[in-house]
């Protein structure tokens, strides 16, 4: 099918709790014109968050939006944060937060505590440890849905109710992004973003070159092999790239998706497609044919490597969540001339949905200060500054889409209308220990090549662990 051309001038679309959960079969997939990161790359670890540059925007003057520390610069002392956005443009991303935390709260020193590893691979079990030793940090990245259910049952996190109503609540955030943070009662995180993770990435001068049209998307993942098919007959070596275990987590997530619907593939985590049914066994297929296409990978092998590879066309294809453009970006690559993208075959109309989000752990050490880092994630200044350098999109309903480049204006355009369903490897549909039953199943897949046995590994994983 073809992809629909940019609407322009898209204005003041709102990343509304209506579209959340809505079927809508359109899916606005163009490629256009260059995206521009924004993002000063250059924060030190630690950061007085004082004396930011005038690039940044200015601080909202809402009270009822930034809460009352503000007028005092914030609660003072040091502010530490745990993510994973270590290098690169997810570092720019956090700069770009980080910048503006330091225009609204000057009082504040942001301690960055990253630890480099794509969606966590490292990050997680750090944090495991600390939090298991009472070493909080004073905010840490988390992922929206299944995932924080896990710190929430371990007592780890506090409710973070105030800071959410400061912000607006549901007039802020769409209902449904709300109802993920949500638990008894209490929201426990305030959402930076909505990031999309169905989306192949592909350099269209290779695809032309192997006899591809690069406008138009394969119906389904049967008709993209049989693209990955003629890429390699026109000699690239590697048509599809992946990197380390959750790179192929995430790939397996998205042949899912394809083959068994957004209702099938949902039903995965409620109990209503059964693990062992035929269409996993015939996804598993899928997933094994995509991997013959691919490069090997070693465990560890993080993503930008992956887009890279794209970037410099060494190779046609990669599925990745939508922190990518940022590297394409980073790279002074132009959308649509060394890049272009489409919802993974099979799959459009469809948004695979992940947010990351902060908490205020149990026993944070500067809670007041913990606060003001999450008024400052939850802002609008915060959310343009963040989104623009990380690709992803605001997750407040009040984002305006013509802010945005090309890319994140379509990736606005079906968050508003797809169907959403939540991510297996970015912990938004299953919790810690079953994401990670599911990693070992695909990295034990990955060294054997055994489907009977992935798909058994599966069922026992949802067996163990289903809610
Ligand atoms: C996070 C993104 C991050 C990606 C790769 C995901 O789990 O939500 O923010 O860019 O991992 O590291």
């Known amino acids: 099918m073809r992809r629909t051309p940019v609407v322009a001038g898209l204005a003041a679309v709102s990343l509304l709790l209506a579209a959340c959960g809505s079927d809508k079969n359109e899916s606005s997939t163009p490629s256009s014109t260059p995206a521009p990161t924004t993002a000063d790359s250059s924060a030190p670890v630690e950061t007085t968050a004082g004396g930011s540059t005038d690039e940044t925007s200015a601080p909202s003057t809402d009270a009822t939006e930034t809460g009352s520390t503000e007028a005092a610069g914030g609660a003072g002392g040091d502010v530490s944060v745990f993510t994973w956005w270590a290098a690169g443009s997810e570092k720019d991303g956090l700069d770009a937060l980080v910048k503006v935390f330091g225009t609204e709260f000057p009082n504040d020193k942001f301690v960055n505590l990253a630890v480099a590893g794509g969606a966590g691979s490292n990050a997680k079990a750090k944090l495991a440890s600390d939090l298991a030793n009472n070493n909080p940090p004073d905010s840490f990245q988390g992922h929206a849905g299944a995932e924080l259910s896990d710190y929430i049952k371990n007592g780890q996190i506090q409710p973070v109710d105030d800071v959410i109503t400061e912000l607006g609540g549901s007039a802020t955030f769409p209902q449904d992004l709300l109802d993920r943070l949500t638990v008894d009662g209490h929201v426990y995180s305030i959402p930076s973003n909505i990031h999309r993770a169905n989306v192949v990435w592909a350099n269209p001068k290779v695809i032309k070159a192997a006899g591809i049209d690069p406008t138009v998307v394969p119906a389904d993942i049967k008709a993209w092999i049989a693209d990955l098919e003629k890429v390699k007959a026109s000699g690239i070596e590697t048509p599809l790239t992946i990197g380390g275990t959750w790179t192929q987590v995430q790939l397996l997530e998205n042949v899912l998706l394809a083959d068994l619907g957004a209702e099938g593939y949902s039903g995965l985590f409620d109990g209503k497609t059964d693990w062992a049914s035929e269409g996993v066994t015939t996804a598993i297929a ?182």
């Open 286 to 467: 899928d997933f094994a044919t995509l991997l013959t296409y691919t490069n090997a990978a070693a465990d560890g092998d993080d993503w930008p490597a992956a887009i890279d590879a794209v970037a410099d066309g060494t190779a046609a294809y990669n599925v990745m969540g939508d922190w990518a453009v940022a590297e394409f970006n980073s790279k002074d690559k132009k959308d649509g001339v060394d890049y272009t993208y489409f919802p993974t075959p099979g799959t459009d109309g469809v948004f695979d949905f992940l947010a990351d989000s902060f908490t205020l752990p149990v026993g944070a050490k500067n809670e007041g200060g913990a606060k003001d880092w999450l008024r400052t994630i939850g802002s609008a200044e915060g959310q343009k500054a963040f989104n623009l350098a990380k690709g992803s999109i605001p997750a407040r309903s009040d984002a305006v889409a013509a802010d945005y480049p090309a890319y994140q204006q379509t990736a606005i355009a079906s968050w508003t209308k797809d169907t959403i369903v939540s991510s297996i490897a970015h912990g938004a549909a299953v919790n810690l220990a079953w994401g990670s039953d599911i990693s070992s199943a695909v990295s034990k897949f990955y060294a054997g090549k055994d489907q009977a046995t992935l798909q058994a590994d599966l069922v026992t994983a949802a067996q163990n662990n289903a809610g």
